[in-house]
């Protein structure tokens, strides 16, 4: 199962808004509404910002949303602000059945 | 409050054998499947193994399938991974995360710290 395709990084202002890209299949992004993205600063786990494509859990700041068009999904992050700073990463179900993760995204705020 | 705490990190040699256990709380364990997920140094996150919440089905990454072999016990409300056959590129923390369902097909919400496992001569 090949890794899902993200951007190596990304940048952007406090304020500003980005997106972020995870590129899959038919067998993976875009047969399953199964998407989830995380979170990761240094050191730290995984969290979960973002589950069944669009969907935010409880306490997950309103600045993240989720999206989907085909077989690729987008995590944007509007008012960019320092904290978040950090790896973010894409998974979605497959067809095989199993888990696969994108490569990750580093987020700089500059 | 949802907890997870992994244990049996350490250093081993190439073609060795270790056990993690991954000991949960705060939630009904029995009720939902568990992941294993690691990440190598400077790496990404891979996803090795699934289990679903009364241990009937599980499923691997290629990378692991044949060596690891997730399992469970829910009268203790501890998830385990018994990883045989150990290459260095399986130098890595290994998570454990708890699934938002039952099967295979929910996603992980709750992860713990990790523990990481060295292969090496």
């Known amino acids: 199962q090949s890794a899902l395709t993200q951007p190596a990084s990304v940048s952007g202002s406090p304020g500003q808004s980005i997106t972020i890209s995870c590129t899959g299949t038919?067998?993976?992004?875009?047969?399953?509404?199964?998407v989830s993205w995380y979170q990761q600063h240094p050191g730290k786990a995984p969290k979960l910002i973002i589950y069944?494509?669009?969907i935010r859990p409880s306490g997950v700041s309103s600045r993240f949303s989720g999206s989907k068009s085909g077989n690729t999904a987008s995590l944007t992050i509007s008012g960019l602000q320092g904290e978040d700073e950090a790896d973010y990463y894409c998974?979605?179900?497959?067809?095989?059945?199993?888990?696969?993760f994108g490569g990750g995204t580093k987020l700089t705020v500059l | 409050q949802v907890q997870l705490v992994e244990s049996g990190g350490g250093v081993v040699q190439p073609g060795g054998s270790l056990r993690f256990s991954c000991a949960a709380s705060?939630?009904?364990?029995?009720?939902?499947?568990m992941h294993w997920v690691r990440q190598a140094p400077g790496k990404g996150l891979e996803w090795v193994a699934f289990?679903?919440?009364?241990?009937?089905?599980?499923y691997y990454g290629d990378s692991v399938k044949g060596r690891f072999a997730i399992s469970r016990d829910n009268s203790k409300n501890t998830l385990y991974l018994q990883m045989n056959s150990l290459r260095p590129e399986d130098t890595a923390v290994y998570y454990c995360?708890?699934?938002?369902?039952?099967?295979?097909?929910?996603?992980?919400?709750?992860w713990g710290k990790g523990t990481t496992v060295t292969v090496s001569s």
């Open positions: 995360a708890k699934s938002s369902g039952t099967t295979v097909y929910y996603y992980m919400d709750v």
């Open positions: 705060g939630f009904s364990f029995s009720n939902f499947g």
């Open positions: 289990i679903r919440y009364d241990g009937s089905n599980k």
């Open positions: 069944d494509v669009s």
């Open positions: 038919s067998s993976d992004v875009g047969g399953y509404n199964s």
């Open positions: 998974s979605s179900y497959t067809s095989t059945p199993n888990w696969v």
